[in-house]
């Protein structure tokens, strides 16, 4: 995990499994960093654990190792009213230590029960030994973090047991102790052994949520931590987690409602906005009203933007005000500058919500940002309940991905496709990758419906690609192939129309001389308009077929009517086939074929009926459903039986007049040759409409 280092030149090591508290002149500022901060090192520290606060004139100068100090007592900080009792602790090992305090395991011998303690370091004691005051303002944040510490009862803060002293009268904080690690040795573990970012996060905005609960606890009892990062949180063996470390709290106030006793004695014993000394925080976190030299502009929006500096460390692994020094930390910190997180890490997928979540939280005028620890509970709470659907959509383009790779897929495997990625897409609508990977799989299924014959599909996919460039060009080679579909089928409908009107005038020359004139001519006009009905059945048919599956499709409204229209012409097609039976005498019944032709418009109008309603998954399931199918293929019986029978007719009304066409030789082979001509011509018809019925079905096919 990147991380920011100062090192200063000293000389004894510095511990670095604790937080350092260092103390700045108010008249020095940040220029005097290096001079001021209590730091004797030379070992590399991290930025990110340096707590800095500014003393008063008094303060500052019994703070640091200089022969000036005053004997008066301190104007704006309060110290302990008076020495704590003793307590009765055995210590039995060490824990850590830091910049001023030390922390070891205990026996508290009144309860008998294991607790860490909390003291002061010995080398604190010597380093102040001519300068008391010096000794007594440690002490008082000592004696701070313990009042605080212990007046928040919450899960997330922990328990303080008992505040007392020493054999030597020097206070002792006695608190439960928490077996675990820091946070931020926790994050860094993760980080550097190459966790999946999606359960990093799920991990760690769950501990984030938690510090979020302690804060917002606080900041209900008029509290505000100002020190917030993640080395202040400890994370215990069973995924306790606890915000530590309240020496930088102050009083900002609180409602009536939760106003206590305990409160009072808080407010008069913590610094307030109007007293606090400033600046006081971590460098590497701080809000920019943290570096003014007055603290009135501090409040719980301070902890609000802390909180998204934290989060900010949790998507980029590093702290928003990255420097090598603490003067240039301040002052990027001062301005707020700096870089949004998706731009800092541009090598690692940052989500969006939490990424815009962090800048909110980070705004520069504490009016501008979120407007709680509780909104940003809230937040965190709403992206961790989504983060299941989040990872199944990421999961769904990925395998989209690995599938569409393969050069041979069909007609099912692009609408299976594109179904995932829709899926995904509700799941996530947020995911990056499904536009794209939509246009893909559109254009590859445009391109095959081209090649294919399958203009209509084609056009449906073609409309639904989002990219333009690879739209106008699916569209010029659409333009290009329903020009030639055009002209073929102006072909079919010439050769359809010239056959049937070679059939009436054979018919009429070869006939007409005979004393059956008249009615062989009318005979002949029957059966030659019935051959032309069966034939528009089969394309009126077809034409709904397709038009409902568009409809099913696309959604857009014109194939519902466009569907209407032809089953309007189906239904007077029928009719005018049953009327003009009887006059032909041809010997077919006409119920089954109606009955068929009912069933399947009532399934089509069903589909529309749900394509109206935005149902297209359903819509299609209907198109696609066996008893359709079933009905559609008996339909397509019928028609055909309707058509052999016609020829039948045709064929018995040969027979009767036999005498005639004796003498009518030429007349005759012109009629049997341009039957045999229509039927080959039939036959051919259907097999093709077949083959696109068959594709259109693939095509919707779900």
Known sequence: MPSNRYVEPGAAPLPRDEDIRATLSVGKRVDAAKQSLLL??????????????VATEYEAETALPIATAKPEPSRDRQVAPEPPKPAAFVITRPVGTGGHGEVHEALQTSLGRIVAVKRIREEVYRSH?????????VEADFHQEALVAGALEHPNIVPVHDFGADENGRPLLAMKLIKGKSWDDLIEEQWVSGLPPAEFLNRNLRILQDVAQAVAFAHSRGIVHRDLKPSQVMVGEFGETVLMDWGLAIFYGSSAHHFSL???????ALPTPANASNPAGTPAFMAPEQTRDSATEVGPWTDVFLLGGTLYYLLTGTTPFACESVVATMDRASVCDFVPPQVRVNDREIPLELAQLCLRCMMPKPEDRLGSASEFIREITNYLSG?????????????????IADPSLGYKDFAEALAQLANARGLW???ERVIPQMDYVRERYARMALKEGDLSLAAAQTA???????????TQLQGKEEKAAS?????????????????IVLLFIGFSHRGFGGSVTRLGEELARLIELGGNVRRLDESMTLSAMMAATTGEPQWAERHAELAEQFDAA??????RHARANVSYALDNLMALKIGLIDQERQALDLVAKGSLAEARAILNAKEYQDTKQGLNVEVGRLFLNTQQAVTDLIDREEAVRRTSGNALIGVVGLVTLLWMYQVGLAHRVARIRDRALQAIER
């Open 40 to 53: 004797d090192s030379e070992e590399p520290t991290k930025l990110s654990r340096i707590s800095i606060s």
């Open 574 to 579: 029928l009719h005018e086939i049953g009327a």
């Open 387 to 403: 983060s299941s659907k989040r990872s199944e959509s990421v999961a769904i383009t990925d395998s989209v991905h690995r599938t």
């Open 487 to 503: 002209h073929k089928r102006r072909a079919a409908l010439y050769f359809q129309y010239s056959s049937i009107i070679l059939l």
């Open 129 to 137: 030994s001519a300068k008391l005051g010096g000794a007594k303002l």
């Open 262 to 268: 305990a409160q009072h004695t808080l407010a008069q």
């Open 429 to 431: 609508d947020q995911n």
């Open 464 to 474: 639904l690609i989002s990219n333009e460039k690879v739209r106008e060009t699916l």
